[in-house]
């Protein structure tokens, strides 16, 4: 497992794809770097890419803060079938089905629904093509029902209609910025499928 940083209150790692972001990798870090690690955000488990872990009760409290307070930016890396505009800013409700493990869009608010939203960039035109997307809301499975609602599914992503041979959706956690110590920290890490890739400023 590839740690980006570590120190007394956090460690910054790239979750593989195939382990469990909320017991698998408290457990890996534990063997790696000793001690408790507390997570405070997760990735499906078909998912890898960058996570920051709390070394500390207190730490996981402050960056539980920092998430809900929307300080911590989260973008992701994506292949998805066709090409989407060029940019994007997508809002849309979401209803999770739990017995099935899916999430639909739908049209009106009522219970179990959720407001979503994402703003995306292209990075490569194509078929497919390279999405940059910013999470604005951490909805489950929000990145792959929000494009395949919109005829662009994730390669790899056969539970929301991708039809390639691929084994699990082409999502990666690419970048993760958020306040530390008095200071804006920014860690980054680059998926096989997109690669030579280079990440815009965050503004």
Known sequence: MEILYSDKNIAVCVKPVGVDSETGMQKALSAELGGEFFAVHRLDLNVGGVMVYARTKKTAAELSRI?????????YLAEVKGTPPEYG??????????RKNKVFVVKRERGGVKKARLE????????????????????????????????????GDHKYGARDERTA?????????????????????IPQFAEGA???EIN
């Open 67 to 75: 998430i809900q307070e929307g300080r911590m930016i989260k973008e």
């Open 120 to 155: 995306f960039t292209r990075l490569r035109e194509g078929d497919p093509s390279l999405m940059l997307i910013r999470l604005h809301t951490g909805r489950s499975h929000q990145i792959r029902v929000q494009f395949a609602s919109r005829g662009f599914p994730l390669l």
């Open 169 to 189: 959706p082409s999502l990666y956690s690419c970048r993760i910025s958020f306040p530390y110590g008095g200071r804006e920290l920014s860690f980054s890490s």
């Open 198 to 200: 280079t990440l815009p």
């Open 89 to 98: 800013d997508w809002e849309d409700l979401l209803w999770k089905d739990s």
